[in-house]
């Protein structure tokens, strides 16, 4: 499956850690190393309509993982991809590794991958499905975010 991305100043290709719940829906998509840890961030969005929006801008590469979840109302899907190429047209074609489908009943996620997703990846999947309860989410789930030199409270 072909993605749009995202180039920073230095042309490097990247992607958004993104979304978030609305009342009767969600999508989001969280970005990881091919080890299944987190990324650090290049930019985080602080400021404007940040709701269920792009929240934090991260360089990838061959290799990395995108965690992708959906949910209409109690039904919810997932995947797990895996980024095989980026070309220069600014798309980044990944191959679906891992799949979910399942229900949302009393805040609790009730279904199967297929095949069972291995332990290094949980991490990230829960952050996703973290992400996905967060009602008009506004924040960084689970990329690292930068440290600006004016703002020593970090990101």
Not at 42 to 58: M, P, Y
Not at 61 to 85: H, K, L, P, W
Not at 111 to 119: F, K, N
Request: net charge neutral.
């Amino acid at each position: 499956m072909k993605i749009p991305i995202e180039r920073s100043r230095n042309d490097m290709p990247c992607l958004w850690e993104s979304g978030g719940k609305y009342p009767v829906a969600a999508k989001v998509r969280i970005i990881a190393a091919p080890d299944g840890s987190r990324k650090k961030a290049i930019f985080v969005r602080k400021r404007g309509d940040l709701a269920c929006q792009n929240h934090a801008l991260i360089p990838i590469a061959v290799g990395d993982i995108t965690v992708s979840m959906f949910r209409a109302n109690i039904d919810v899907s997932g995947e797990v991809s895996y980024v095989r190429s980026i070309d220069f047209q600014d798309f980044a074609t990944t191959q679906i590794a891992y799949m979910f489908t399942g229900t949302l009943i009393d805040d609790k996620l009730e279904g199967t991958w297929y095949p069972d997703l291995p332990p290094f990846l949980q991490p990230a999947v829960e952050a996703a499905f973290n992400k996905l309860q967060d009602y008009h989410c506004r924040e960084v789930y689970y990329a690292i975010k930068p440290v600006y030199a004016n703002d020593p409270q970090g990101a």
